[in-house]
């Protein structure tokens, strides 16, 4: 193991080495701006010509030489209704004699321009980018070595881009960029007050289920990043993490479904990426947002400091939930033996997010940025379980009352420090990001045995689970433009994870708890090194059309063993290397329409929830384990995309196919005494292929209306030899899974708005049966009041029924179960947030911060429990999602 390590510490320097030597600012221009000239040293002294002409998208075609000068002109573009820097827009320089462009560029990432070596002479500038109008300042005299600041460039959102129409009313909920989905979140006042599983159901291709199970196209198979920063929270529980971040504190949400060779090779469906809101101006700000409701509350803190070449964030949110009930009617059958169990459940949870961030401008080529975030989670849930068996061998039926009380605490700290250095051309640097991320969780049940009248405890059994999850990581990426419309990146990176799981199992004797001899107390670890490097290659033709191309490799290292196993406590699982490439095409058209095909290969390793030898028995007839001999599952993915407006409409069409091998599955078996025990297995093939479209429109200036459809037909087999030879695993499973989502947006009069969402799930295909359909609506109204510093609002969600029912079923040739889970979710709350202090948009010279971004393990994405211990409450049948994903 300290060679691999030597071996990539020596990869890492060696790469930032070549990079420094290969590119010391030749090369040629900028990529996606101008930088022109050649190579060597001098490359930014040569005169400057057409080079933006190159660039998709840039309306000067037919741009006219620029002499040769020294003037220079530099703005900040805005948007004019949220006052946030616009990204990327196209910036034109013209002649104001002749009416023709002479030279452009595009805005940076915080909306910054600058255009420089302008010959004298009177010009216009002109600002413009999809979603908004075209802005035009005019007048502008350029003297010998003049340095012009126009200072705020604010641009009017037009969902009519293309035609001349002006529409100044909201910028659209979801918005396309070229590598990515987004949505925005912060314009939703209806998950104001909840958490981010609330916010994820409202996203285009996402599905939420009531248990906080996570997919993408219907496979659960993704990688959830927060602010581009991985987080062994997520990578135990994706639903622990959604439910410690609060709706209040999330900005975006991006769907990335077809990630580059940058990214890490995990995540078979794609990336999601949760962008928390955050400020990066000058000045000083102060924020509270509170809610309070019949079901939850919450309250949060948010500060903001910038001076000079320094800036510090502090937020803190709360999260409470409470009177939280539901009920579960549970029936399987094997042969004649059957049983029938209810129960009635109450959930309570107390959840926070506290995060610490500086950022440190060190000079104009030099930042430095550090942040410290601390997620708690921590759940109860308890139940009184009542269980019939009969039939079978049973002469008279057998009856038994469980009281079961579930303790279920997460602590998971992440700590970051990152440098970049931006080198002598445009958008050329290097960058050295670091990460050190540990969860710590704390899972047990106590599961006590009544009388017939249930008025004494007779017997009962406890569970105790500590673990951890840690990560340490390190990584460097460099970037350089190659000539006028290319750019090319690489990069190493080595993620280095401990893995620890102690169990023990207690019986009830004589009024205490006592070790179990029959299942002594054990323990695993598990210890993963993931070493990584990659090469992406961006080209921008003439004709707008744009490709990217790269691969990845990375190198797994498994060092695995059970605590007190003998003779041999090993797990053998040998070391593997996967290839990932990856390839991007889009292409512009005319009209604002947009072509994009992509194709790319993914792996999704097993997280500690797969891998948890950990046997749960708080329900006794349904027992969950995991398996710690797992191997990573590779897919193969493959979509294209058609996006056009249409007068005030947008529409995106998109059309997928997903192929997943080895695929990692959850399988149910029972033995001659009804129990049946859920694991994991890489038993399956995977083939999914379906649609995904979605729209907004703006009508009448002040009504936003959203929405789209997901469907998908799956077919799901078993075909590995060695589980083959049970018939309950001898099985496949197809299917046409559908789902849709609704949302509008009406701005009133006096600062008053009101929104409403609605979201529906059909029926999931599992390999052995089909987890339940279920649907879910808010209807919100919120008031802005002291020049928009300050809001109150009201929301309901499910208000028109008590409670929702979902059904589950699994069908095995050798026994049967179905599940029906009621929740009571009908919910109403009033949120209040206030603003004070003042942010003022000035031009420090700050580039895009970055940050580690491990996404290489699958996670669960179940109902808040990674380790096999889920609350027994939960419905034991088949879920979550496409991929085999069980409810636990």
């Known amino acids: 193991m300290k060679t691999n390590v030597l071996l990539l510490f020596t990869f890492l320097t060696v790469s930032s080495s070549i990079a420094l030597a ?75 004699k002749t009416g023709k462009p002479v030279d452009g560029t595009t805005a940076d990432d915080k909306g910054r321009f600058t255009l420089s070596k302008i010959a004298p002479g009177d010009y216009s500038i002109q600002a413009t980018f999809l979603g908004f109008q075209n802005k035009t300042i005019k007048d502008i005299h350029i003297d010998k070595n003049a340095d012009i600041q126009i200072g705020l460039v604010k641009l009017s959102p037009d969902v009519r881009t293309l035609s001349e129409v002006e529409v100044t009313g909201q910028r659209a909920v979801v918005e396309e960029k070229v590598d990515r989905l987004v ?65 209040d504190m999330i900005k975006t949400v991006e769907v990335i479904t077809s990630p580059s060779a940058k990214y890490d090779a995990e995540g078979s469906a794609g990336i999601i990426n949760i962008v928390t809101k955050k400020n990066t101006l000058r000045g000083a700000t102060l924020g509270v947002d509170g809610g309070l409701g019949n079901r939850g509350s919450m309250l949060g803190l948010n500060g903001n400091y910038r001076t000079g070449k320094m800036g510090f964030s502090l937020s803190g949110h709360g999260r409470a939930q409470y009177n939280v009930k539901g009920q579960f009617v549970n029936e399987q059958t094997r042969g004649t033996l059957l049983t029938m169990q209810q129960a009635d459940t109450k959930n309570s949870s107390l959840n926070g997010s506290y995060n610490l961030g500086w950022d440190y401008d060190i000079d104009s080529k030099n930042v430095i940025t550090a942040g410290v975030r601390y997620g708690a989670r921590n759940q109860l849930n308890s139940q009184e379980l009542f269980t019939r068996i009969s039939g079978g061998s049973l002469t008279t039926p057998s009856l038994s009352y469980r009281s079961v009380d579930v303790k279920d605490l997460s602590g998971t700290v992440d700590v970051n420090v990152d440098y970049t250095r931006t080198l002598k051309k445009p958008q050329q640097e290097i960058s050295i990001l670091t990460q050190f991320s540990r969860n710590n969780r704390t899972n047990n049940y106590v599961s006590d045995l009544l009388n017939d009248t249930r008025s004494s405890v007779i017997g009962g ?4 689970n500590d673990s951890y999850n840690q990560e340490s990581t390190i990584q460097i990426d460099y ?111 005319s009209g604002g329409k947009m072509v994009k095909l992509s194709f790319n290969r993914r792996l999704q390793r097993p997280g500690i929830q797969f891998l948890n030898p950990n046997v749960n028995a708080a329900n006794p007839q349904n027992i969950t384990v995991g398996n710690p001999y797992l191997s990573p599952e590779l897919s193969n993915n493959v979509e294209a995309s058609f996006s056009t407006y249409v007068k005030t409409l947008y529409v995106n069409l998109t059309v997928f196919g997903r192929q997943t091998n080895n695929s990692i599955q959850s399988i149910r078996t029972s033995n001659d005494l009804g129990v049946i025990t859920t694991t994991y297995d890489n038993i399956g093939q995977e083939q999914a292929t379906g649609i995904n479209l979605f729209g907004n429109a703006t009508l009448f200036q002040k009504w936003q209306l959203g929405g789209g459809i997901d469907a998908y037909y799956v077919y799901l087999t078993n075909n590995r030899s060695s589980t083959l030879m049970d018939p309950t695993l001898k099985q496949s499973n197809s299917g046409v899974v559908v789902s849709g989502r609704l949302f509008t947006n009406v701005q009133l009069k006096n600062g008053w708005g009101v929104q409403g969402f ?20 808010s209807l919100g109204v919120k008031k802005d009041f002291v020049n928009k510093k300050g809001s109150l609002g009201l929301a309901a969600e499910n208000f028109l029924a008590n409670s929702m029912k979902i059904r589950t079923m699994v ?14 979710n009908r919910g109403v709350r009033l949120t209040f947030s206030y603003k004070i202090g003042k942010m003022t948009f000035e031009q420090p010279n700050r580039r895009r911060k970055k940050s580690v971004s491990n996404d290489d393990v699958k996670g669960d994405g179940g109902g808040g429990n990674d380790q096999q211990q889920a609350a027994p409450a939960a419905t034991p049948a088949a879920g979550g999602g496409g991929g085999g994903r069980p409810r636990q």
């Open 758 to 777: 609605s979201f529906i799930r059909g029926n999931q295909v599992t390999l052995q049966g089909t987890s339940g359909s279920f649907y879910m609506y």
């Open 479 to 589: 970037q350089s433009p190659v000539g006028k419309n290319q750019q090319i990146e690489f990069g190493g990176k080595g993620i280095f994870r401990q893995v620890q799981s102690d169990y023990r199992y207690l019986t009830l004797l004589n009024g205490s708890y006592i070790d179990n001899i029959q299942q002594p107390a054990n323990g695993l670890d598990y210890n993963q090194n993931v070493m990584g490097s990659y090469l992406s290659y961006t080209y921008q033709s003439k004709s707008k059309v744009t490709i990217k191309a790269g691969g990845r490799y990375e190198y797994t290292m498994i060092d695995a063993k059970f605590r007190t196993e003998q003779p041999s406590s090993g797990i053998n699982i040998p070391d593997y290397g996967n290839f990932v490439p990856s390839i991007n095409l889009s292409k512009s058209l």
């Open 22 to 96: 290969q590119f010391p600012g030749g090369g040629g221009g900028g990529f996606g701006r101008p930088g022109g000239g050649g190579g060597g040293m001098d490359g930014e002294r040569r005169t400057r010509s057409n080079t933006d002409s190159r660039m998709p998208g840039n309306p000067m075609e037919q741009a006219q030489p620029i002499p040769k000068g020294n003037g220079k002109i530099s703005g900040l573009l805005l948007d004019s209704t949220s006052s946030k820097p616009v990204e990327y827009a196209t910036v034109a320089l013209i002649n104001q």
């Open 811 to 824: 069908n095995t040739p050798t026994f049967t179960q179905n599940s029906t889970n009621q929740m009571f």
């Open 461 to 464: 059994t406890r569970n105790d």
């Open 183 to 247: 949505y925005n979140a912060e314009k939703d006042v209806t998950s104001k007050g909840g958490d981010a599983a609330d916010v994820m159901r409202r996203v285009p291709m996402l599905s939420v289920d009531l248990d906080g199970n996570l997919s993408l196209r219907g496979s659960s198979n993704v990688r959830v990043l927060i602010n581009n920063k991985p987080s062994t929270i997520v990578a135990g529980s994706v639903a622990d993490a959604l439910k410690q971040i609060p709706a």
